[in-house]
């Protein structure tokens, strides 16, 4: 993919050597002629490489969950007292970032009771009665932060504040600030703030070119409580008129309106919602409608391809902001957890940036249809841009308020292109989700939000070629499968995958129809009321006999570890059937079908693991007795425990859900566990 994405940039030797340079001297400009911001000027002295920032940063995330003062003592307690604050205290070049590390020290020393003698009572004293005074101060530390990066609390007062950077020549795009929806009350509540904002910034599209008037973004998100890909029908039918109403909102009062992009496992969903809107007849003519597209998404170009074909089919233009992503360590995190077959996004920055820059190229040739906008503060980036834009093209930079505003500020004077800021409009109640993202992305050594101001990088460095930065791999990223090491994680599904789920579903139908017709007492769906199967249940003293009859596991360790190991591919090779059965007989639900069978995969190659380090000699025969609820992982793990030690095992499935645990009996039969050594004993 990244030797198709560097042939689709279409860049020489000499080209690039040419971008390196142009965007070296925009490093060189903004070192000399301007102030960094204070965001800059934060992460020169507190960035993620330092114990402090990292304090910070810990600090800021949590207390968006702190529900009581109390814990938010504790919690700053824990965070601050370790750090050595004063070995910061002078460096910047801010007096607020120099005000704030004094504060910080001296609440660390109020904090840290360690001492002995008068001394130390006083410093107790101090902190007894200045908790409340050093929680209120560590507020305002946040809420001053949050002034420097959301416009406003309102959106009467953001356009208010915006009108001076508009004087300039700078453009908006207005962003309420809100997580996603967690109830339909949410919901509502969101979309009448979007429906407000729209009316609000109406007042100030001054013309009929959307390109020249401002414009609000909006989260799909914020607009329902169940946007997934497992409530697509739902989805379809109660988000796209919302979404339809806020566009139809946006082409009356003549601005822009943008669909953020979220999470990988969404983006299908987002684009069935996306094209919903676009094609509906009331919005033909308005060139109004944007799409949000992230770089780091592997699937980036093709999405621009999608969605040029259907501007083109539609007879539309339509809008792309293009930028590099902000969700990637969830996205990685996630992938891990999920144990998906691999990530969604790139793993290295070089490999971000060269997605960037190939898609650019594919945006900056679509002039007929598609309206490039490109948020970027990376001074290569736009300089790639100003290399590849060819003459008479129309398109604009974006950044984000607070942040990168010399650099465009220059771009801007320089080359005479057009800029509009992105800018979070809200409360402070809902600013820290969206400052922490910020912190983030930008605080890490590799950004350049974090180099610009290093003068110890040479401009050469901050403004490096990817192309020729480009490793072949980020040994920091663990794949999805060794999470664990030489444990082999349990293989997930990419429920956001259409075309996997259409596959998926009918193997779990197919599967339905292979049960064997059995004989005994029917099995009832809990959810529909219909017969699954059948069971013949023991009888006390059939089961005192069955049990008689195991014995313990014979073979060494080595061999049971293996036997489980095949069993958890077992497992995973028949994980349709296994959710079918699931389904029916338990009434599960399908993403709670996938986690059980995963774990139950875990609980297979855990205890194998440990079989096999663990010394012991087997106690007998074991009797394990598992619960309804989680009637394929709970009954798996005991049994994988009591085998892998060399026990033999008497499995009493729960009454309700003895089908799911014939089967797994089964298959850990196929796998090599010798059927005198696991017995099951339904009743």
């Not at 070629?465 to 480009?470: G, I, K, S």
């Amino acid at each position: 993919l990244l030797s198709q994405l560097t042939q689709m940039a279409a860049l020489s030797q000499m080209d690039r050597a040419r971008i390196a340079a142009r965007g070296a001297a925009l490093v060189r400009e903004i070192r000399e002629a301007s102030d960094p911001s204070l965001m800059e000027l934060f992460l020169e002295e507190y960035g993620l490489s330092t114990d402090e920032g990292v304090a910070l940063m810990c600090l800021a995330e949590a207390l968006l969950r702190v529900p009581d003062a109390p814990t938010i003592d504790d919690l700053i307690e824990d965070k601050i007292v370790p750090s050595q604050w004063g070995q910061h205290l002078g460096h910047s070049h801010s007096p607020l970032i120099n005000a704030s590390t004094w504060a910080l020290m001296l609440t660390g020393r109020v904090l840290d009771d360690a001492g002995t003698g008068i001394s130390a009572v006083l410093r107790g004293a101090v902190k007894r009665l200045g908790e409340p005074v050093i929680r209120t101060a560590v507020g305002r530390a946040m809420r001053e932060m949050g002034n420097q990066f959301v416009l406003g609390e309102t959106i009467e007062a953001a356009m208010a504040r915006a009108a001076n950077m508009e004087a300039r020549g700078f453009t908006y795009s207005y962003d309420m600030l809100g997580e996603a929806a967690r109830t339909e009350a949410d919901a509502r509540r969101y979309h009448m703030a979007y429906a407000d904002a729209i009316a609000e910034i109406s007042g100030a599209a001054g013309g009929d070119d959307i390109r020249a008037n401002p414009g609000i973004s909006i989260k799909l998100s914020a607009l329902h409580p169940r946007y997934e890909p497992l409530q697509r029908t739902r989805v379809l039918e109660e988000l796209v008129p919302r979404v339809l109403s806020l566009a139809s909102l946006a082409r009356f009062a003549g601005i822009g309106l943008n669909i953020d992009a979220e999470e990988a496992e969404r983006l299908d969903l987002s684009l069935d919602i996306i094209d919903a809107v676009l094609s509906h007849p009331s919005l033909n003519g308005w060139d109004g409608f944007g799409v949000v597209i992230q770089a780091y998404s592997k699937r980036a170009a093709p999405l621009i391809d999608w969605l040029h074909a259907r501007a083109e089919a539609l007879d539309r233009r339509v809008m792309v902001r293009l930028v590099k992503g902000a969700y990637w360590d969830s996205e990685i995190k996630l992938a891990q957890v999920e144990g998906w077959p691999g990530f969604p996004v790139f793993t290295q920055k070089a490999a971000t940036d060269i997605s960037y820059i190939a898609c650019a190229r594919k945006l900056l040739g679509m002039g007929d249809r598609i309206y490039p906008q490109f948020a970027t503060h990376n001074a290569h980036t736009v300089a790639a841009i100003l290399e590849m834009a060819p003459p008479g093209v129309a398109y604009e930079f974006q950044r984000l308020h607070g942040m990168g505003e010399s650099l465009h500020a220059n771009v801007m004077a320089a080359e005479g292109t057009r800029c509009r800021i992105y800018a979070p409009v809200g409360a402070h109640k809902d600013l820290l989700a969206y400052l922490v993202r910020r912190l983030l992305e930008n605080g890490a050594n590799s950004s350049f939000v974090n180099q610009i101001v290093d003068e110890d990088v040479p401009p050469e460095q901050v403004a490096a070629d990817p192309f020729e930065t480009l490793g072949a791999g980020n040994s920091a990223v663990v794949p999805p499968a060794r999470l664990f090491g030489a444990r082999e994680n349990s293989r997930g599904q990419f429920l956001g995958d259409p075309e996997a789920m259409d596959t998926l579903l009918a193997e779990v139908e197919t599967s339905r129809g292979r049960r064997p017709d059995g004989k005994g007492e029917p099995v009832i769906n809990p959810a529909t009321g219909a017969v699954v199967g059948h069971i013949t249940m023991l009888s006390a003293s059939e089961a005192v006999a069955r049990a008689e009859t195991v014995a313990p596991w014979a073979e060494d360790a080595r061999a049971r570890s293996d036997a489980l190991r095949r069993a958890a591919d077992l497992y995973e090779t028949h994980a349709a059937e296994l959710y079918g059965l699931l389904t029916d007989e338990a009434g599960k639900t399908l993403i709670d079908c996938v986690g059980e069978v995963r774990e139950a995969v875990d609980f297979l190659r855990y205890y194998a693991a440990e079989g096999e380090t663990t010394p012991g000699a087997p106690l007998g025969t074991m009797l394990c007795i598992s619960p309804w609820n989680f009637p394929l992982a709970i009954f798996t793990g005991q049994i994988a425990a009591a085998l892998a030690t060399g026990n033999g095992v008497i499995a009493k499935p729960a009454e309700s859900t003895s089908l799911i645990a014939a089967r797994a009996v089964a298959l850990l039969h196929e796998a090599g566990v010798p059927t005198r050594s696991l017995g099951l004993v339904p009743g």
